[in-house]
């Protein structure tokens, strides 16, 4: 039986707290731009509004295909796999509109708020090789959301800056 997201509590629902908290300040930030301001460069960074919610959509997505299935699934089809591709999660190309990668954002957060509702939060994937990453390290699924969370909340940050840069708009402050 699946607990409705709405019923679940204690860890799994602080969790999702936590995130969607994140989640909203990003959206919040984002509201009411056109598709030109979202692909605007506003400071030296390469970082546009709409890339990050490309970006944070697909790492959020990412990390859940690992806490589910392993290293191999976060490498699955879509994910960055060369340079090129890696730049081009966070701008936003030809063709992508702001209104898109909000709806993606949002169907992703609903897959993951569904797994949250469901996941062991103890299971443990081993890491997948990187520098970046102790050899033979593991993590629970706890560690992947809070990861997210972590991550959300840097890019909602950078995110906040780029928009204060582009026409002195705050989410906070």
């Known amino acids: 039986m699946v607990v409705p997201i709405t019923d679940l509590t204690g860890e799994r629902a602080d969790l999702l707290a936590a995130l969607d908290k994140q989640r909203g300040f990003l959206r919040y930030t ?6 030109e301001q979202a ?17 944070v959509a697909g790492v959020e997505e990412r990390w859940l295909r ?4 392993g290293a191999e699934a976060m490498h699955a089809e879509g ?13 936003m190309l030809d063709g992508e509109t702001l209104d898109v990668l909000l709806e993606r954002y949002r169907a ?7 797994l949250v509702a469901t996941l062991d939060l103890d ?3 081993a890491l997948p090789a990187a520098p970046w990453f102790e050899p033979g ?4 699924v706890r560690r992947v959301l809070l990861h997210v969370v972590a991550e959300t909340a840097q890019h909602a940050g950078h995110a906040d ?3 204060e840069a582009l026409d002195g708009q705050k989410t906070m402050g």
């Open 66 to 69: 690992f806490a589910v299935g």
């Open 30 to 35: 984002v509201r009411g731009l056109t598709d």
């Open 39 to 55: 692909r605007q460069r506003t400071t030296v960074s390469e970082l546009t509004l709409g890339g990050l919610v490309k970006h």
């Open 137 to 140: 390290a593991t993590w629970s």
């Open 161 to 163: 800056i780029l928009r």
């Open 108 to 114: 992703v957060a609903e897959h993951t708020d569904n």
């Open 123 to 125: 299971s443990e994937q």
């Open 79 to 91: 994910a960055p796999h060369d340079a090129d591709s890696w730049a081009e999660q966070f701008r």
